[in-house]
């Protein structure tokens, strides 16, 4: 039995050689939660044998990673990487400044105009790298950086889309491009300056960009931006084109009030009406609104069934609202979340704050509760499945055999959680922890921290 690190190359033979043992002192496996699990990993980096306690034929090495928990790598289904840049940028008050989502956009598009392919790889990579540490082992990237500052595509239109690309892979963490689909300022209203290199021109040039990716085997989602920024025959489009090909598809939906004014004004109806006519929300692949925090009641049940992606630290920072949680599940929602502006990188703050802004709102305790009364697993869930479902990556979130090994470890013996009884570990870091216990991440059977 090795200890972690080591390699013991007695007697094997090339079949055991290929198979890798991890244990540890508690974690989940698929939906269990057991004492001393033992995982199995193949040379491609997907379990094949997960249980509780020793087996009687472990393989000659096994890696004992202590009196940690071991659970499933999380799942980010929303970010704006570029946007970890103006971290404590935006948090100083001018003498006429609003102080709303709307100055705050100002700073953002200063931000967007500042990138050429080069620090838009730097800044991704430094983000990513974040995430990692954190125990976020996929992410799904909001991405709508796509040409040069005055709208001409580059050499290669996706060269910006490249870049994300390949931050991904220096850092080691998984990537679901959602390729974003912008076209206006508002109903009626050209593009500003600043928003000229969202754009693409036309939902044919956008899918032409997708087609290529899709090619060369990058997991991607069509996401038309907001119901502002696209009009309704280019939500019709996407959302057949996502339908013929099963991907799944992305919205900001009602972060702010304004929006559904406009929507109002604009359509006769609601964002999330809006979304259910023209297709989006009843075509294979899924749909998941980002925010949907701002809703009418009928809102929630054109939702149903459908993904709801809430970014509670930026939801916070930039002085959205609440999501309606609750409401949300009630109502047959599955539930994800993002780091979107990336001023916090931690999803485990991002659950947490899920459950405590739900308590302020309803002024009651345990709000997002399994149907058991666990509340920490719950949130672990929407951290990990929850957010893999978003993505249209449902073999992840899980550490199950057959599922790839994507995991990380919390080290019990952390200030946050020593003497802690294990039994009460997972809630204590999921209702009054950050991400700071976290001490190993595998990807795919590979060790990124």
């Known amino acids: ?65 202590g009196r940690a928990l071991l659970l499933p790598g999380m799942v980010n289904a929303h970010s704006h990487a570029f946007q970890r840049g103006i971290r404590g940028a ?64 580059y050499a290669d239109p996706n060269e910006l889309s490249r870049q994300v690309i390949r931050a991904a892979e220096v850092a080691g963490i998984r990537l679901v491009l959602l390729e974003v689909f912008y076209a206006r300022a508002g109903a009626g209203r050209e593009p500003l300056p600043e928003q000229r290199r969202f754009c693409d021109g036309s939902v044919d040039a956008y899918l032409r960009r ?30 057949a084109y996502a339908g013929r090909h099963g991907l799944p598809m992305h919205a900001h939906v009602s972060e702010q009030p304004q929006e559904n004014v406009e ?53 916070a920072d930039l002085g959205d609202g609440i999501i309606p949680a609750t409401e949300h599940l009630r109502s047959g929602v599955l539930l994800a979340l993002g780091s979107d502006s990336n001023a916090v990188v931690d999803l485990i703050q991002e659950a947490r704050l899920l459950e405590m802004h739900e308590r302020l709102r309803t002024r009651s305790r345990l709000c997002l509760a399994d149907p ?17 479902a978003a993505l249209g990556r449902p073999e992840l979130g899980r550490i199950r055999v057959g599922a790839p090994f994507d995991a990380c470890t919390i080290d019990l013996g952390h200030p946050s959680l020593a003497d802690l009884d294990p039994a009460q570990a997972l809630d204590a870091l999921m209702l009054s922890g950050t991400a700071a216990p976290v001490d190993r991440v595998f990807v795919g059977g590979q060790r990124r921290r």
């Open 210 to 239: 997708i087609e290529v990716l899709r090619g060369e085997g990058v997991h991607i989602g069509v996401a038309p931006h907001s119901v502002r920024a696209v009009p309704r025959a280019a939500l019709q489009e996407l959302a």
């Open 263 to 315: 929507c109002m004004a604009e359509h006769g109806c609601s964002p999330t009406a809006l979304l259910a006519e023209t297709g989006c929300l009843t075509r294979p692949g899924g749909f998941t609104a980002v925010h949907a925090i701002h809703l009418e009641a009928a809102d929630f049940i054109a939702l149903a069934g459908q993904q709801v992606c809430a970014c509670p630290t930026t939801e």
């Open 90 to 153: 935006t948090h100083v008050r001018g003498a006429h400044d609003p102080s709303s989502f709307w100055s705050w956009r100002e700073a953002m598009y200063r931000a967007a105009a500042s990138h050429d392919p080069d620090t838009l790889f730097a800044v991704t990579l430094a983000c990513y790298r974040d995430m990692l540490r954190a125990g976020i082992t996929c992410v799904g990237e909001f991405h709508y950086l796509h040409h040069s500052p005055d709208g001409r595509p």
């Open 372 to 388: 058991d009364g666990q509340v920490g697993r719950n949130l672990l869930d929407i951290a990990t499945r929850g957010g893999a």
């Open 1 to 65: 039995r090795a200890r972690e690190g080591e390699v013991d190359l007695r007697d094997m033979s090339q079949e055991t050689q290929s198979v890798i043992a991890y244990t540890a002192a508690h974690g989940l496996l698929g939906d269990a939660w057991v004492a001393a699990p033992h995982v199995e990993v193949d040379a491609d980096g997907i379990v094949v044998r997960a249980q509780a306690g020793t087996p009687h034929d472990p393989p000659p090495i096994v890696h004992d990673l």
